[in-house]
């Protein structure tokens, strides 16, 4: 295996520790929600505010993590500069942003059907914000090749975010019944959703605090020249990252308006955002190799030997996923206990998310081409061109097929995307992907899917060991043709 490979490897498993085991704790909770929320319309008030909350972060960020990466990486630019205008042009609109959110929540509320609880508008206003103004100092850190203080704080965010949720759902109900006067004072207890909420502003203001010594480090200068010509490379990543992001949220937007009924629609969110958890692994490894690999292009297309370190990437990123895909899909039969019995009626859905996860990735791995030319115009029209198919298929499907017409929506946008993005990459920046290989691998994992998903012999743990022999199947596969284990 290529020495950058093995350094990509490294990096994405390191960064790894922050976003796949920190979803996965994160994922953890999905249990607990989907447990004492047992009116799944709930947990569909909170798929939808969080659909939002991720859209407006891509808006408050406006593509300059990626614009700090490369002008960091430029030769005639100072690196701290870049770093404080970023902070200075990011941090003032999160600034605003946030006194926006706090001054109109509840005309904001009222039109979003949340008229009753102003205060969610609010506390996701400044989290939202908080989380963006940090995304900058984060992006340092992986520009400066620290993966582990990276690692270090988001999971301490994390965990922040667990142990506060534990604390409102279900020690605070346990002290309300044993001894009120302990919590009488602050704790409603039909409150419920809204400590979700609460207990993200306590997390994303913990982290904003530890982050000050890599924020208070350098001298707050904003350059206005390389500040517009930041803006001229970053602005078009922001078209990017808004059609991008409502390819992954505009279903959970837009679902309570498509729908015929909206009280249906808030239950059926529901069951729909618990089952789009379980296919979260997927994301969870997408994100890891996204952190490392980002930052990796950059430095790899100095590298005489880069575009074909880009095409080993793309071959081992498209084994594990299919890996990935066949684990979480052979295994259903045990994973469907991480929601409750209200919400698994919506696990066939599953897979057909795991796939759309599995064409971000790719497609993700195929924008290399328009960032290291400078053409990021590109990715906005691919990701508009996702996104607009999203919306007419949501539209179109949603009323007859629920949740599942939201699945496939998604699910035919990346696979449109991933295969113009292939066709305009290799003309103007060709890379030899080992198509061919990467095709076996595929067949393979489809085949096996066929036979681990429809073919039932009406007893679990008898599926379950059919379904293991299959992947064992995959896994030797591997390892004779690309994971020999003497090296």
Not at 73 to 98: C, H, M, P, R, W
Not at 368 to 386: E, F, P, V
Request: aromatic letters at 18%.
């Amino acid at each position: 295996m290529p020495r950058q490979i093995v350094k990509l490897a490294k990096e994405t498993a390191i960064y790894g520790v922050s976003s796949i085991v920190g979803r996965f704790l994160n994922w953890c909770l999905v249990p607990l929600y989907a447990y004492i929320l047992t009116n799944t319309a709930d947990y569909g008030a909170v798929t939808n505010l969080y659909g939002w909350t991720a859209l407006l972060l891509v808006i408050l960020t406006y593509g300059m993590e990626t614009g700090l990466f490369r002008f960091a990486n430029k030769q005639e630019e100072n690196a701290d500069a870049v770093y404080s205008s970023t902070l200075i042009s990011v941090g003032s609109t999160s600034l605003l942003f946030a006194l926006i959110a706090l001054v109109f929540a509840q005309s904001i509320a009222n039109g979003m059907g949340y008229g009753n609880h102003p205060e969610y508008i609010a506390m996701l206003g400044v989290t939202v914000a908080m989380d963006a103004f940090g995304a900058i100092p984060f992006a340092y850190l992986r520009y400066k090749n620290r993966p582990y203080m990276f690692a270090g704080l988001k999971l301490a965010m994390i965990a922040i975010n667990i142990v506060f949720n534990l604390f409102f759902l279900l020690a605070c109900p346990w002290l309300h019944t044993h001894a009120p006067s302990l919590v009488d004072w602050f704790y409603k207890p039909d409150y419920g959703v809204g400590y979700i909420f609460v207990a993200n502003v306590i997390s994303s203001a913990a982290v904003t605090l530890f982050l000050l010594p890599f924020i208070v480090k350098v001298k707050f200068k904003l350059d206005w020249a390389l500040l517009k010509r930041m803006l001229a490379y970053s602005l078009p990543l922001l078209l990017l990252g808004i059609a991008g992001i409502m390819n992954q949220t505009i279903d959970k937007i837009l679902f309570p308006v498509i729908y015929p009924d909206y009280n249906q629609a808030m239950k059926l969110l529901g069951i729909y955002g618990a089952n789009s958890k379980i296919a979260m692994v997927m994301m969870m490894f997408t994100q890891a190799f996204r952190f490392a690999y980002e930052p990796f292009i950059f430095a790899q297309h100095k590298d005489a030997r880069s575009k074909e370190a880009y095409s080993d990437a793309m071959k081992y990123f498209v084994i594990f996923s299919l890996f990935l895909v066949l684990a979480m899909t052979f295994y259903i039969d045990i994973l469907k206990y991480i929601i409750g019995p209200e919400y698994r009626q919506g696990l066939r859905v599953v897979p057909i998310i795991l796939v759309s996860y599995l064409f971000q990735g790719v497609f993700f791995n195929l924008s290399l081409w328009y960032k290291l030319i400078d053409k990021t115009i590109w990715g906005a029209y691919l990701s508009g061109i996702g996104f607009v198919v999203t919306l007419l298929l949501n539209i179109l499907l949603v009323p007859s097929l629920g949740y599942f017409g939201s699945a496939w929506a998604a699910f035919a946008a990346y696979f449109v995307i991933m295969l113009l993005s292939y066709y305009f990459g290799q003309k103007y920046f060709p890379i030899n992907y080992q198509l061919k290989l990467i095709g076996k691998y595929t067949l393979l994992a489809a085949a096996l899917f066929c036979l681990g998903w429809f073919v039932d012999f009406r007893n679990t743990p008898v599926n379950l060991l059919f379904r293991t022999l299959l992947l064992i199947a995959f896994l030797y596969y591997m390892i004779r043709r690309d994971f020999p284990l003497k090296k």
